[in-house]
């Protein structure tokens, strides 16, 4: 007996409703124009404003990009590991002008920008 071509609900899938067989997947689809695969996640942040729209933000709310702290000052150093007698020793982030421990985000009344800067008295 001749097999139908092509193939349709024979046999075990009779009462399954497919047409194809369940071997058939349907092909990916395409996505649509302007649709990432990113674009779920996306749906659940706001939109960003960029170039010049978010300039005039940035300068509307008075946004600073560098402000004075720690970690842009000449007398910071980040935290190390150094070799004595081949043996490591950690140097956790410190003030070589105080000479104490400072976090990164801190700052004090004698902090000096890398490039000269200093803060109004
Ligand atoms: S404590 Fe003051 S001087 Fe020391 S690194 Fe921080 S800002 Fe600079």
């Known amino acids: ?19 194809r067989g369940p071997w058939y997947r349907p092909k990916p689809q ?8 990113f674009e779920p996640v996306r749906a659940m942040e706001p939109a960003l404003l960029t170039g010049k729209r978010g300039s ?5 709310a ?8 720690c970690d842009n000052c000449t007398h910071y150093r980040h935290a190390q590991i150094k070799l004595f007698n081949s043996l490591p020793v950690h140097f956790p982030t410190r ?4 000479l104490v421990r400072v976090e990164p985000l801190g ?10 800067d200093v803060l109004e008295p």
């Open 56 to 60: 005039k933000a940035l300068k509307k």
């Open 1 to 19: 007996m001749p097999l139908p071509f092509p193939p349709t609900a024979v046999g075990s899938n009779a009462g399954l409703g497919l047409k």
């Open 95 to 98: 003030c070589m002008r105080h």
């Open 107 to 116: 700052c004090c009344d004698a902090w000096a920008g890398r490039n000269g």
């Open 62 to 69: 008075g946004y600073e990009a560098s402000v004075p702290r």
């Open 30 to 37: 395409a996505p649509a124009p302007g649709v990432t695969a």
